[in-house]
């Protein structure tokens, strides 16, 4: 096998494969990893070609606003019923007895 425009032909490059496990930290594990890898890469002459989590934890997804309960319906006479709604107490009544 030769390359266009001559030289040598390429040699398949060996390839490893490493598993890393984040311990209890200040400084988040993303940071502490490309740290590492940017000192090891550049000192021995290594070249990182890919990077996966393999135990990501994901977060809750956001929960969604309950929607408020619907207003009860306007009477077609426009006027609001003289009848509170039910369970509707005053302000000050805190008992069922009411003493």
Do not use: H, Y
């Not at 990182?48 to 994901?58: D, F, G, I, T």
């Not at 309960?69 to 009848?83: E, M």
């Amino acid at each position: 096998m030769r390359r266009i425009g001559g030289g040598r032909p390429r040699q398949p490059r060996e390839r490893f494969v490493l598993t890393l496990e984040s311990l209890p930290e200040k400084v988040p594990s993303e940071v502490r990893l490309r740290r590492l890898l940017k000192l090891a890469l550049r000192a021995f002459g290594l070249r990182c070609v890919r990077v996966e989590p393999e135990n990501v934890v994901a977060a809750p997804p956001a929960q969604k606003p309950r929607p408020s309960p619907p207003a009860p319906p306007v009477p077609r006479s426009g006027r609001v019923p003289s009848r509170p709604p039910v369970g509707w107490r005053p302000s000050g009544e805190n008992s069922e007895a009411g003493g």
